[in-house]
């Protein structure tokens, strides 16, 4: 007859004392409490799965009581008894409480953060700016703290539809771009394990793209108009300068504005625009016409800004705002449907081509163009070799339209 362990009680549990070696009080039914020789007393149930003899922590007398250790010996006996071996549970439940913390420090914010910073070398950094505040304005307002893999469709579809309301269309493309970028990189870091972006159909929600021209002006009348408003602007010193060097160079609003001086070789008559600054993430140098480097060297002559061209009026250690090129043109009667800083690549590249091949114009190429205007070439091979090629030609192009807008301004 098998021998009946007798159950332990209250009295006895507490009055254990340590002994110089632990030691164990039996509770029967594989639950025993044992003795340590600093004095703590724990809780164990041992147990037999799948043949083999394993035991669990039931954890410390006196928090758990001699009823709750019997309460759960009870309960991991049932589960035995279902097939399930509590200590295997219980290693789940630990590994499904870390998952659930790590989810928790996975939100969009911290995700889509390592993703702007991975991205940093892959564009401008003017762009590279824009995309963080694109996340800012438009996507963390809604799902900023939420776990990555927690975001569902329908919040995107009311971050897009938000936008739309609002007449933003454009934004709302760019917007759906920018976040699938961030879920592609998410999937591929194993943060999520599907992209919701691929599911979703954007030209419903945000309606068929139209291709939008900027505004310019191509008639000489009209231009001639603009060249004698930015000479009679009577605003900022540098921001007038800016606008009159613009139309010669056509750059984006960003290289015009964050021009420094240490980019300018005045004896080879280039600008040198490093490759953080461009769109195609490529260096590129422009040929600079005599108009410009006189216009240059006036600046410098009354410039105490050592790093940029046309430094902000609030402070000569940063440059031009992103709206002052802009608010100028408002103030001159320029609305947006009429022209803005970037209209003067339009006008440019309107010119040249109309003027391709004439009497009156010039005998440069297509591609010299695009090339002025720092077009990518797709063929990387065909690109390295059009800079070299189009080096002097490209001088040329910029110098007869300088002249050429000298021209329609004087008459």
Request: with cysteine.
């Amino acid at each position: 007859m098998a021998r009946r362990t007798a159950p332990l009680t209250a009295t006895e549990i507490k009055a254990a004392k340590p002994k110089e070696r632990a030691y164990k009080l039996f509770d029967g039914g594989g639950l025993y409490l044992l003795v340590a020789k600093s004095g703590g007393k724990l809780w164990y149930l041992k147990y037999r799965f799948n043949g083999k003899e394993k035991k669990i922590a039931l954890g410390a007398y006196p928090t758990v009581s001699l009823s709750d250790a019997r309460k759960k010996r009870e309960e991991f006996k049932k589960m035995i008894a279902e097939g399930i071996d509590p200590s295997e549970e219980r290693k789940a439940q630990k590994e499904q409480i870390k998952i659930e913390e790590v989810k928790k420090t996975n939100t969009f914010y911290t995700i889509s953060q390592k993703w702007l910073e991975s991205y940093k070398d892959q564009v401008s950094e003017n762009y590279h700016t824009r995309l963080g505040r694109a996340l800012k304005n438009y996507i963390y307002p809604t799902i900023k703290e939420k776990p990555i893999d927690e975001v569902t469709r329908l919040e995107i579809i009311a971050i897009l539809e938000e936008l739309k309301a609002k007449g933003l269309h454009e934004t709302a493309r760019r917007t759906v771009t920018l976040l699938n970028k961030v879920f592609k990189y998410a999937v591929t870091h194993e943060y999520t394990p599907h992209n919701i972006i691929a599911d979703i159909e954007t030209k419903e929600i945000i309606g068929k793209k139209v291709k939008r021209h900027y505004p310019t002006l191509t008639k000489p009348k009209e231009i001639k108009g603009l060249l004698l408003a930015i000479d009679d602007y009577t605003g900022d010193y540098f921001t007038k300068m800016a606008l009159k060097m613009l139309p010669y160079v056509f750059v984006r609003s960003y290289n015009i504005r964050h021009m420094e001086w240490e980019e300018i070789d005045f004896k080879a008559k280039e600008w040198q625009i490093p490759a953080a600054k461009m769109k195609t993430k490529e260096p590129f140098t422009l040929p600079l016409p005599h108009q410009v480097i006189t216009l240059l060297k006036e600046v410098r002559e009354n410039s105490l800004s050592t790093k940029y061209v046309f430094p902000s009026f609030r402070s000569d250690g940063k440059p031009l705002s992103d709206n002052t090129l802009i608010s100028a043109l408002r103030r001159m009667g320029y609305t947006k449907e009429d022209f803005v800083p970037h209209s003067f690549r339009a006008m440019f590249s309107t010119i040249a081509h109309e003027y391709a091949n004439r009497k009156d114009g010039h005998d440069k190429s297509e591609k010299v163009i695009e090339a002025c205007l720092a077009h990518k070439e797709r063929n990387k091979i065909k690109e390295a070799y059009n800079r070299a090629e189009y080096k002097e030609p490209m001088r040329e192009l910029v110098q007869w339209y300088a002249d050429w807008l000298d021209g329609v301004k004087n008459g």
